[in-house]
């Protein structure tokens, strides 16, 4: 082999890669291992910059946590939820429901319910007919192609909204014309006229509308409709079933708050919360691995014991119980209508949920105060969502401290990540030094192991000549 085949390549400008054909040494892992001392670095700031993308994503998820719970507590300041306004409810509204419609009554009311309204009904056999032809129906007309089917004929009537009827076609081949109106239509009801044979009326099968039949209060009464507004002033009813046992009592309520909305909301600001608190609660009391594997084990735990967390945690736990100033006594705080939570971790309290500083709802406490003192507990929810909204925007709101971390975790990432290329540069540039410089040492000294050769066989050829 020549020097020249272990110099730099000359097409490319690079040294090729060096095996100690020359020297003996193992040039390839002498580079390499020098290279990976260098690159030490370089591996503590991919690390860095992993933990930092660690921390930033799960601050984004606590941020996020925290923005949909002060979305749903700024709902309590809403006006609209503390709308006067009347309920009604029925003992069984699956025979009588009732909602308002104005301004009802107050009190109870005893329904009965004796008929229900119904529609009229013909039924007919039908024959498809060999020709096209004309049927009028409640006087209006729908043409029946040759050859067309009882469930083709019903669709057509079904489907037009100017028709008076429904169409049903039966397996046995018969269509029943039903009006869509309920109540009584006396004996003249859903005319058909029909110059052919298509359909036949089935005697004795015909059956006229009636109304619905009740009383309210003993008085009795009746609708064309299962749908009656006239019964009880500003009530509309339901029917649904008869009442053979005995009168449906409908209960109408004095203007005030929907309990079942202040509820509701109530209700899901609690579920999320608990959410929330369950989410910080796990990053800071989970403890990173003692020796990582990799990078994507850098998300466990890179929130273990943070300082900020734990103080928004603390915070939070005080506005539930703290009474707030200014209000009166015994509605100046949630506890008073029934959202009650445990003091901070390690109080001493045995309710694991109490440790975790959990919220729960007693709704019959809320639907006693809404009821009792409705203008207070307006007072209080507004003036203490506002304390609590305020307090979960500056943690996690825009331009609050979690979006600073955010952002400032942001930047040193894209610090890092020039510095890092930066680095990677200067150490391709020294590891191509390293490679020409072992290449050119073992260039010469293949040289000069070739020069020696050529002399100790020149001295052999001269010995043996005798000279």
């Known amino acids: 082999m020549s020097a020249s085949s272990l110099g730099v390549n000359a097409a490319t400008g690079a040294p090729i890669t060096i095996s100690g054909l020359a020297s003996g040494l193992e040039t390839t892992k002498i580079i390499a291992a020098l290279m990976a001392a260098e690159r030490e670095p370089v591996t503590h700031l991919s690390d860095e910059g992993a933990k930092l993308h660690a921390e930033q994503s799960q601050l984004q998820g606590v941020q996020s946590d ?8 700024s709902e309590f ?7 006067s306004a009347q309920s009604v409810s029925s003992s069984e509204p699956g025979r009588v429901s009732a909602a308002t419609s104005g301004g009802a009554g107050v009190g109870g009311y005893e329904v009965e319910v004796t008929k229900l309204a119904s529609s009229a009904q013909r039924t007919f056999t039908f024959t498809s007919p060999t020709k096209e032809e004309t049927i009028t129906i409640e006087g209006e007309k729908f043409t029946v192609k040759a050859g067309e089917s009882a469930e083709e004929f019903a669709s057509k009537i079904d489907t037009d909204s100017s028709a008076s009827v429904y169409a049903a076609a039966l397996e046995n081949g018969s269509v ?18 029909d110059p052919g044979t ?11 509308g009636k ?43 004095p203007p005030g708050p929907n309990a079942s909305a202040i509820e509701a909301q109530v209700q899901s600001f609690v579920r999320l919360y608990n959410l929330t608190v369950e989410a910080i609660q796990t990053q800071i009391q989970t403890k990173p691995p003692a020796k990582v594997q990799s990078t994507g084990e850098y998300s466990t735990g890179i929130l273990f014991g943070d300082v900020e967390l734990t103080d928004l945690l603390d915070g939070m736990r005080d506005t539930m119980y703290e009474p707030a100033a200014g209000l009166e006594a015994g509605m100046s705080s949630p506890f008073d209508i029934g959202i009650s939570t445990g003091a901070p971790s390690g ?11 959990l919220l729960t709802l007693d709704p019959e406490k809320l639907a006693e105060a809404v009821k009792s003192n409705p203008a207070g507990v ?7 969502s506002q304390g609590l909204q305020g307090m979960v925007d500056a943690a996690g709101g825009p331009g609050g401290t979690i979006e600073a971390r955010v952002t400032g975790d942001g930047s040193q990432i894209t610090q890092l990540t020039s510095q890092i290329a930066t680095m990677n540069e200067m150490l391709a540039q020294r590891e191509r030094a390293l490679q020409a410089t072992y290449a050119q040492l073992e260039a010469v000294i293949s040289k000069n192991t070739a020069q020696g050769d050529w002399l100790t066989s020149q001295e052999e050829s001269l010995n043996k000549q005798g000279i």
């Open 211 to 253: 109304d619905a039949e009740f009383t309210v209060d003993g008085v009795p009464g009746s609708s064309s409709s299962n749908t009656v507004t006239d019964a009880i002033a500003g009530v509309t009813l339901t029917l649904s079933g008869l009442t053979p046992t005995g009168p449906v009592t409908i209960d109408v309520q």
């Open 176 to 193: 029943v014309l039903s009006s869509r109106a309920t109540g009584n239509t006396g004996s003249e009801f859903i005319k058909v006229s």
């Open 378 to 384: 307006e007072t209080m929810l507004q003036q203490w």
């Open 347 to 357: 109080s001493g309290t045995s309710s694991q949920a109490s440790l975790e500083g």
């Open 66 to 73: 925290l923005q949909q719970l002060a979305s749903v507590v």
């Open 198 to 208: 298509t359909l036949v009326e089935r005697p004795g099968t015909e059956r006229q």
């Open 77 to 83: 300041s809403l006006p609209s939820l503390f709308e």
